[in-house]
């Protein structure tokens, strides 16, 4: 029997009963936010982000560089500011790592 789920929809570790994901946010000491669904079943949950203040303050600009690149008019501009959204992004990434890892 084929049976078809919501592209969103996980199956969980735990009790292995397939849900839809809803992302809530919790709000930890130091200004930590964690974002994370757990199963309506057995209440396993996954954690999909912690961020600081400083991990959004990067976000916010990342997003910024983001659309600077999409709003580029030459291949060139377009081209390096890429090359600085991607930049960014690496380090968000890296800070998003360190971060999770001082939570645990
Ligand atoms: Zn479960």
Redesign the pocket.
């Known amino acids: 029997m084929v049976v078809s789920y919501e592209m969103n929809d996980v199956l969980?570790e735990?009790?292995r009963?397939y849900y839809a994901v809803e992302v809530r946010e919790k709000k930890e000491a130091k200004g930590i936010v964690i974002q994370f669904f757990s199963?309506p079943?057995?209440g396993?949950a996954n954690v999909v982000s912690a961020t600081n203040k400083t991990i959004r303050q990067k976000l916010r600009e990342l997003r910024k560089a983001r659309s600077f690149y999409e709003q580029a008019t030459t291949h060139r501009s377009a081209q390096r500011r890429f090359e600085k959204y991607t930049q960014l992004h690496e380090s968000v990434k890296r800070l998003m790592l360190r971060s999770e890892t001082k939570i645990e």
Do not use: D, E
């Open positions: 969980c735990k009790c009963t199963c079943n057995c396993n």
